[in-house]
């Protein structure tokens, strides 16, 4: 590959007629990175997915698609992961652009080669690289890669994103003058409907279906919504759709207008990493947590410092004096210019209704202010919860009761519940009871979440606390692991000249959580490293015959072990 770059002169002409409104990005500079046209999409930039925004655009396709360098460039990073992206390459563009492919199922062939080189020197699956400059310059269209669903995918497709180079910020690809057929505008489903008061900030919500008959979205049922109290906040699920797929995909723009006044906006043009947590305060997280369901709130949490709102009013809220009514309008609308409208109203009355429930009081024995440091701390426990732990005051229950799992070392410390959001780590040290001194090694923090499979959060002795690092509220105790994992071998034959490879399902006792690694494995033939790939989502890893292998007779050698250091060995002959 023989390619020169554009020159930066070349560069700054292009960008001389981009224009300052829509045209903030290059229109003409990328193409589609699938042969099929139009691009199908199953997910779109800014999608509300658990714990962040997604980053990307999801191409529809199958595996063994080809995959095609969006413009002229050159490989920057080259990436192998068992979750995550998966396969994922990184190509540097002269305009001062990245483009990210995920989820690969394998790389153009000088590409491979290298990965595999650096694979056995490294004797590791995993690796992340940075090829030297100009190693791997690719042209516009040319094939880098092979569609597939390796790392964190379920289903062929294609993880495309467009970053800025510089600060490593995603922008939403569809900005950028690649063609989707969109000729279907967003659908409003439900709003829910938030109360305030003094002491307890949110005091209730309630869900209300929203239809449409004439295009314009109302209530279901009428078309005000009646309460008694002062300030009222809203929140909207609703999705995005386009031809030819039956995806539920994220929108583009919300905009809430409160008697066609300028109220709200939120817009998914760039995502920047580490406000994507923000997601939780965005979103209704106990709606998502309790039923997978996901709600914009139209209203900002105090602690929310999420950079995708412009033109706020008031924290969002609107304020009703007695009587008043006040119309709520919504646009909702996707980067083709499909928009979706809604509109109701809200009117303060005096007497009690029934169609905004009070919730009661909440039941709590700490309030912990979000703009300050927190701590709870007994002699069995002890928790620090940084500022910036919670997007609003937490009116916070606490609680401790004797396990009924004799495999549970400690007293069980319920934090609260896990619908509240918590931004980031916070500190948890846990006394044992009845642990034997001979067993603290094999010691760690469980998180006994309600999904029945305890999650093990590591931990470090410290002045008689076991003490780990967790972003979820929920039960937690001490518990130990002295069980290897299990190793199930498939396709493993006493003679396997006829074989194109062998794998084995592994798996262990207890999930992982915080900073706790997941399994970690090491495959040998006739004491050799051997690359053996890792699919975490199938618990599977997998070894491909080739040339290092010559016939004959040879020795497989896996060991599996897992954070706790329980090790499984399996080894066996073969012939080749
Ligand atoms: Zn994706």
Same mark, same amino acid.
């Given at each position: 590959?023989?390619?020169?770059?554009?020159?930066?002169?070349?560069?700054?002409?292009?960008?001389?007629?981009?224009?300052?409104?829509? +045209?903030?990005?290059?229109?003409?500079?990328?193409?589609?990175?699938?042969?099929?046209?139009?691009?199908?999409?199953? #997910?779109?930039?800014?999608?509300?997915?658990?714990?962040?925004?997604?980053? !990307?655009?999801?191409?529809?396709?199958?595996?063994?698609?080809?995959?095609?360098?969006?413009?002229?460039?050159?490989?920057?990073?080259?990436?192998?992961?068992?979750?995550?992206?998966?396969?994922?390459?990184?190509?540097?563009?002269?305009?001062?652009?990245?483009?990210?492919?995920?989820?690969?199922?394998?790389?153009?062939?000088?590409?491979?080669?290298?990965?595999?080189?650096?694979?056995?020197?490294?004797?590791?699956?995993?690796? /992340?690289?940075?090829?030297?400059?100009?190693?791997?310059?690719?042209?516009?269209?040319? $094939?880098?890669?092979?569609?597939?669903?390796?790392?964190?995918?379920?289903?062929?497709?294609?993880?495309?994103?467009?970053?800025?180079?510089?600060?490593?910020?995603?922008?939403?690809?569809?900005?950028? !003058?690649?063609?989707?057929?969109? +000729?279907?505008?967003?659908?409003?489903?439900?709003?829910?409907? &938030?109360?305030?008061?003094?002491?307890?900030?949110?005091?209730?919500?309630?869900?209300?279906?929203?239809?449409?008959?004439?295009?314009?979205?109302?209530?279901?049922?009428?078309?005000?919504?009646?309460?008694?109290?002062?300030?009222?906040?809203?929140?909207?699920?609703?999705?995005?759709?386009? /031809?030819?797929?039956?995806?539920?995909?994220?929108?583009?723009?919300?905009?809430?207008?409160?008697?066609? =006044?300028?109220?709200?906006?939120?817009?998914?043009?760039?995502?920047?990493?580490?406000?994507?947590?923000?997601?939780?305060?965005?979103?209704?997280?106990?709606?998502?947590?309790?039923?997978?369901?996901? &709600?914009?709130?139209?209203?900002?949490?105090?602690? +929310?410092?999420?950079?995708?709102? $412009? =033109?706020?009013?008031?924290?969002?809220?609107?304020?009703?004096?007695?009587?008043?009514?006040?119309?709520?309008?919504?646009?909702?609308?996707?980067?083709?210019?499909?928009?979706?409208?809604?509109?109701?109203?809200?009117?303060?009355?005096?007497?009690?209704?029934?169609?905004?429930?009070?919730?009661?009081?909440?039941?709590?024995?700490?309030?912990?202010?979000?703009?300050?440091?927190?701590?709870?701390?007994?002699?069995?426990? =002890?928790?620090?919860?940084?500022?910036?732990?919670?997007?609003?005051?937490? &009116?916070?229950?606490?609680?401790?009761?004797?396990?009924?799992?004799?495999?549970?070392?400690?007293?069980?410390?319920?934090?609260?519940?896990?619908?509240?959001?918590?931004?980031?780590?916070?500190?948890?040290?846990?006394?044992?009871?009845?642990?034997?001194?001979?067993?603290?090694? %094999?010691?760690?923090?469980?998180?006994?979440?309600?999904?029945?499979?305890?999650?093990?959060? !590591? #931990?470090?002795?410290?002045?008689?606390?076991?003490?780990? =690092?967790?972003?979820?509220?929920?039960?937690?105790?001490?518990?130990? /692991?002295?069980? *290897?994992?299990?190793?199930?071998?498939?396709?493993?034959? *006493?003679?396997?000249?006829?074989?194109?490879?062998?794998?084995?399902?592994?798996?262990?006792?207890?999930?992982?959580?915080?900073?706790?690694?997941?399994?970690?494995?090491?495959?040998?033939?006739?004491?050799?490293?051997?690359?053996?790939?890792?699919? $975490? %989502?199938?618990?599977?890893?997998?070894?491909?015959?080739?040339?290092?292998?010559?016939?004959?007779?040879?020795?497989?050698?896996?060991?599996?072990? /897992?954070?706790?250091?329980?090790?499984?060995?399996?080894?066996?002959?073969?012939?080749?």
């Amino acid at each position: 590959m023989t390619i020169r770059f554009l020159t930066f002169a070349t560069f700054f002409s292009f960008l001389a007629f981009i224009g300052p409104d829509n +045209n903030r990005f290059p229109q003409d500079f990328f193409d589609e990175p699938v042969p099929r046209q139009p691009m199908l999409l199953s #997910g779109t930039f800014g999608e509300l997915r658990p714990d962040h925004f997604h980053t !990307g655009i999801d191409i529809k396709g199958g595996i063994g698609v080809p995959i095609y360098a969006a413009g002229i460039g050159e490989v920057a990073r080259i990436s192998v992961n068992p979750d995550g992206y998966g396969n994922v390459l990184y190509l540097n563009h002269p305009n001062g652009f990245t483009t990210v492919y995920g989820h690969l199922n394998e790389f153009s062939p000088e590409i491979a080669a290298y990965v595999r080189a650096a694979q056995y020197a490294q004797e590791s699956f995993v690796v /992340d690289l940075t090829p030297p400059p100009g190693k791997f310059r690719v042209r516009k269209g040319e $094939e880098i890669a092979k569609m597939g669903t390796t790392g964190h995918s379920f289903g062929p497709h294609l993880h495309f994103e467009i970053r800025e180079t510089i600060n490593d910020k995603p922008i939403n690809p569809l900005l950028f !003058g690649l063609r989707v057929v969109d +000729n279907v505008a967003p659908q409003l489903y439900e709003i829910k409907l &938030y109360t305030f008061n003094d002491k307890f900030g949110i005091t209730s919500g309630k869900k209300t279906t929203l239809k449409t008959r004439t295009g314009e979205y109302r209530l279901a049922i009428g078309d005000t919504i009646k309460l008694t109290e002062a300030q009222v906040g809203v929140a909207l699920k609703t999705y995005d759709h386009m /031809d030819g797929s039956a995806n539920q995909n994220g929108i583009y723009e919300l905009q809430m207008k409160v008697d066609d =006044q300028d109220h709200y906006r939120f817009r998914t043009e760039a995502v920047v990493f580490k406000e994507t947590r923000f997601i939780n305060a965005h979103l209704d997280y106990a709606e998502r947590v309790s039923h997978g369901s996901y &709600y914009h709130r139209c209203f900002l949490l105090p602690g +929310n410092s999420l950079s995708m709102y $412009e =033109q706020v009013v008031n924290r969002g809220m609107i304020n009703l004096e007695k009587g008043q009514t006040k119309k709520v309008s919504f646009a909702v609308s996707d980067v083709a210019g499909n928009i979706a409208k809604g509109t109701f109203w809200i009117k303060r009355v005096d007497e009690p209704t029934t169609q905004v429930a009070s919730t009661p009081e909440p039941v709590y024995n700490y309030v912990l202010p979000y703009l300050q440091n927190n701590a709870i701390d007994n002699v069995d426990v =002890q928790v620090d919860f940084p500022k910036g732990t919670f997007y609003e005051d937490c &009116y916070f229950l606490y609680g401790a009761s004797t396990p009924s799992n004799p495999a549970v070392f400690s007293r069980v410390h319920t934090l609260h519940n896990s619908r509240v959001p918590v931004h980031d780590f916070f500190t948890l040290g846990i006394r044992p009871t009845r642990l034997p001194d001979s067993l603290k090694n %094999k010691a760690f923090v469980a998180g006994l979440g309600n999904s029945g499979r305890e999650t093990n959060y !590591g #931990g470090v002795w410290k002045n008689g606390l076991l003490v780990a =690092q967790t972003r979820m509220l929920g039960d937690y105790a001490i518990m130990i /692991d002295t069980v *290897p994992p299990r190793v199930v071998p498939e396709r493993f034959l *006493p003679d396997m000249s006829k074989s194109s490879g062998f794998g084995f399902v592994i798996s262990d006792n207890f999930g992982t959580g915080g900073f706790t690694p997941d399994l970690q494995y090491r495959a040998e033939i006739d004491n050799h490293w051997v690359l053996m790939s890792y699919d $975490e %989502k199938r618990a599977r890893i997998a070894y491909r015959f080739d040339d290092i292998i010559p016939p004959g007779d040879h020795h497989f050698k896996l060991a599996v072990w /897992d954070a706790k250091g329980n090790r499984r060995i399996w080894e066996k002959d073969f012939k080749r």
